[in-house]
């Protein structure tokens, strides 16, 4: 079953890129701003949200079918939890 081609709008990729701008403007003035422990956080927070963006828009995910979606939120949950896994073992080291 073949479906049809979806062509991307120039306001939805100008848009896409001006919030990635502004998240890496927010990820370099969070990283100048020493808030200890929670700055580890607060970047991989940003970092997630601007790789949503990217996978969203730029490769197409938001008009990919529901096993796909599905087998991407899987890996996405696999990660969280290996990530915190590992601040798990530096934090009670």
């Known amino acids: 079953m073949a479906s049809e081609p979806h062509i991307i709008g120039y306001k939805t990729l100008g848009l896409t890129l001006a ?20 700055n580890v956080w607060i970047t991989l927070m940003i ?10 828009v730029f490769m197409h995910m938001r008009w990919e079918g529901r096993t796909l979606r599905w087998s991407f939120l899987a890996t ?11 601040f798990w073992d530096v934090a009670f080291r």
């Open 19 to 38: 919030a990635l701008l502004v998240l890496t403007g927010v990820t370099v003035g969070a990283a100048s701003i020493d808030l200890g422990w929670v």
């Open 76 to 86: 996405v949950l696999f990660m969280a939890v290996m990530i915190g896994f590992i």
């Open 47 to 56: 970092a997630s949200v601007k790789a949503g963006f990217v996978l969203l």
